[in-house]
């Protein structure tokens, strides 16, 4: 299983929390962006339904595939 970080970080004049290099948008308090990435971090883990999808890579290249609805990130907040 995959895990997902999200970080809360001064930003922009404010708070915000970061997934890899990408900020949410910005917040006046870190609770407010605590809370913000608390709740996207519970969405992250909820499961969907299994759906096919296809995607084009780097090279041009298309791809189909299945994405399973249960196979859900762990999705953790850090300070």
Do not use: C, N
């Not at 299983?1 to 290099?21: L, N, P, Q, W």
């Not at 910005?26 to 809370?35: C, D, G, I, Y």
């Not at 909820?46 to 890579?57: A, C, K, L, M, N």
Request: proline residues 4%.
């Amino acid at each position: 299983m995959s895990e997902v970080t999200y970080r809360i970080v001064e930003h922009d004049g404010g708070f915000a929390y970061k997934v890899g290099d990408v900020f949410s948008e910005t917040f006046p308090s870190r609770e407010e962006a605590l809370q913000a990435a608390q709740a996207a971090a519970a969405e992250q883990q909820v499961p969907g339904s299994t759906e096919g999808i296809r995607y084009q890579d780097h090279a041009g290249g298309w791809h189909d595939e299945t994405a399973r609805g249960s196979d859900r990130p762990r999705a953790k907040v850090v300070e």
